[in-house]
């Protein structure tokens, strides 16, 4: 993947300050979304099968990404979907969690949007930075400057779900609480539909990596949302056994019911 020019100052530039971790964050976030968009434009005129689109995005997007990171942040390790897997994680503080590409299937059908990229920085136990682009829509979303809480007025909450399936914690969610339920592709996307107001709770279960979630957590807790696991324990990221299936992403205001529709 072919970057296009850099966004904000970088590291390498002579004679201008070194781009803070969430600068950096921002930037990665937005590159690696413009040459996904511009890759998959290229891939559909050439007459590439969608397999050959999604397969392509993965690999240029996780090369491109990798490249930057190494040298840039040469310290810091590396934990992501499309890499192998960086053992100075272990034991390291500083440690970016990646998705190059989230919603690899709908990056492979034409005029789809719900698509992002991940970059997040776990540091011991909290977020240091974190960004998730939606390329298709222009637009990304940092810690740094967090994004606004909008104000929503509806009847009745909106609950965000997967294309694919109704997860069972949110099917019983959106009868106790009598959500209309939406559907989207992509992690990212549908948490950054609760960040902008779209959508007031995204609950996922069943099935999740630490990278699916990452950015799209700290993004959310920087807004002011509610984030946590089903159970209501608080996320924790870096752990050996990259597993993290499940996960909520809520307006303030819902965390206490949807916790109660599940539990009681």
Same mark, same amino acid.
């Given at each position: 993947?072919?970057?296009?020019?850099?966004v904000g100052d970088t590291?390498?530039?002579?004679?201008?300050?070194?781009?803070?971790?969430?600068?950096?964050?921002?930037?990665?976030?937005?590159?690696?979304?413009?040459?996904?968009?511009?890759?998959?434009?290229?891939?559909?005129?050439? *007459?590439? %099968?969608?397999?050959?689109?999604?397969?392509?995005?993965?690999?240029?997007?996780?090369?491109? #990404?990798?490249?930057?990171?190494?040298?840039?942040? $040469?310290?810091?390790?590396?934990?992501?979907?499309?890499?192998?897997?960086? $053992?100075?994680?272990?034991?390291?503080?500083?440690?970016?969690?990646?998705?190059?590409?989230?919603?690899?299937?709908?990056?492979?059908?034409?005029?789809?949007?719900?698509?992002?990229?991940?970059?997040?920085?776990?540091?011991?136990? %909290?977020? =240091?930075?974190?960004?998730?682009?939606?390329?298709?829509?222009?637009?990304?979303?940092?810690?740094?400057?967090?994004?606004?809480?909008?104000?929503?007025?509806?009847e009745r909450p909106r #609950?965000?779900?997967?294309?694919?399936?109704?997860?069972?914690?949110?099917?019983?969610?959106? %009868?106790? #609480?009598?959500?209309?339920?939406?559907?989207?592709?992509?992690?990212? =996307?549908?948490?950054?539909?609760?960040?902008? *107001?779209?959508?007031?709770?995204?609950?996922?279960?069943?099935?999740?990596?630490?990278?699916?979630?990452?950015?799209? =957590?700290?993004?959310?807790?920087?807004?002011?949302?509610?984030?946590?696991?089903?159970?209501?324990?608080?996320?924790?990221?870096?752990?050996?056994?990259?597993?993290?299936?499940?996960?909520?992403?809520?307006?303030?205001?819902?965390?206490? $019911?949807?916790?109660?529709?599940?539990?009681?």
């Amino acid at each position: 993947m072919t970057a296009p020019p850099p966004v904000g100052d970088t590291d390498t530039t002579v004679g201008r300050a070194p781009e803070t971790d969430a600068e950096l964050a921002i930037r990665l976030a937005v590159e690696a979304g413009r040459g996904l968009v511009d890759l998959r434009e290229r891939m559909w005129a050439a *007459g590439s %099968h969608s397999w050959q689109v999604m397969d392509g995005g993965d690999a240029a997007s996780q090369r491109f #990404l990798e490249d930057e990171l190494s040298a840039l942040r $040469p310290d810091d390790a590396v934990l992501s979907e499309e890499g192998l897997e960086d $053992p100075r994680r272990f034991d390291a503080d500083r440690v970016w969690i990646i998705d190059p590409l989230d919603g690899t299937r709908e990056f492979g059908e034409p005029g789809r949007h719900d698509w992002a990229v991940h970059i997040a920085l776990w540091d011991r136990d %909290h977020f =240091a930075a974190a960004a998730v682009s939606l390329p298709a829509m222009g637009m990304v979303l940092a810690t740094d400057p967090p994004p606004p809480m909008p104000t929503v007025e509806r009847e009745r909450p909106r #609950l965000i779900t997967s294309r694919s399936r109704a997860p069972h914690a949110a099917v019983i969610v959106a %009868h106790e #609480l009598g959500c209309d339920a939406v559907r989207l592709g992509s992690a990212g =996307a549908k948490a950054m539909a609760v960040v902008l *107001g779209e959508a007031d709770i995204y609950l996922h279960d069943g099935g999740m990596y630490q990278w699916d979630s990452a950015a799209p =957590a700290a993004v959310a807790q920087a807004a002011g949302l509610h984030t946590s696991r089903i159970d209501g324990s608080p996320l924790v990221y870096n752990d050996r056994d990259p597993w993290l299936p499940d996960f909520i992403v809520c307006r303030p205001e819902y965390a206490e $019911p949807v916790l109660s529709a599940l539990w009681g």
